[in-house]
Structures are given as structure tokens and as C-alpha cells.
């Protein structure tokens, strides 16, 4: 999904260059891997492997992630490891994976 949204298949030139008009310290919520800015319906997330796009959800238990590195395939990751004890899963853990996604992705 992510491939398309920036391959320009839903949207124009014009409209992507303004939705990637990235805010400084607009976080997708819950945060994505890395320094997080936000565009419109799309975030930015640089990390110590690269820059991807993409955008992050939650659900009760779980946490989504989906990024396209803007040239080659895309992630998602939708496994995250639990806090014992808890139905919510550590923004840590969520970072952690995230970023392995990331460097995954960008190899």
C-alpha cells in the first residue's frame, strides 16, 4: 500500500510534494522507529539505517507498522513483543522491532 501511495497511484505530483511537506516533531501515534515528522496521512521515520515513509496504528494487544523505503520493497510489521503481564505491548519493544524492519528493508 505504502508503495503505491508514494508511486503517485492515488495522488498527483502536486498533491504528494504537499503531503510530504514533513512538521519537525509530528509523531505518528503510537511513535514509529527513529525521529518521527508528519506529513499529511504520511510520517517520516529516520532512523540509524535510513529514512522510510510510512505510518503506525494500534489495537488493543498490538501495534501496526507499515513503511516503503520510497525505491525498493515495503514492510510490515505487525508483531510486537508483550510486556510480561500486559495486553499492551512496550513503546521499546515497538521501537525495536520497528527499527529491525527498517534496517531490514533498507539492506
Known sequence: MMRAYLGLRFFDAA???EQ???VRGGASSPPGPGH???GLAVFRYRTRCGTVYGHTGNFPGYVQ??????????????DVA?????DRPTA????????????TLLR
Open 15 to 17: 498533491q504528494q510534494r
Open 20 to 22: 510530504l511537506r514533513f
Open 36 to 38: 518521527n515528522a508528519a
Open 65 to 78: 507498522f507499515v513503511a516503503d523505503c520510497h525505491r525498493r520493497r515495503q514492510t510490515r510489521r505487525d
Open 82 to 86: 508483550q510486556h510480561p503481564g500486559s
Open 92 to 103: 521499546r519493544a515497538a521501537a525495536r522491532v520497528q527499527t529491525t524492519a527498517v534496517c
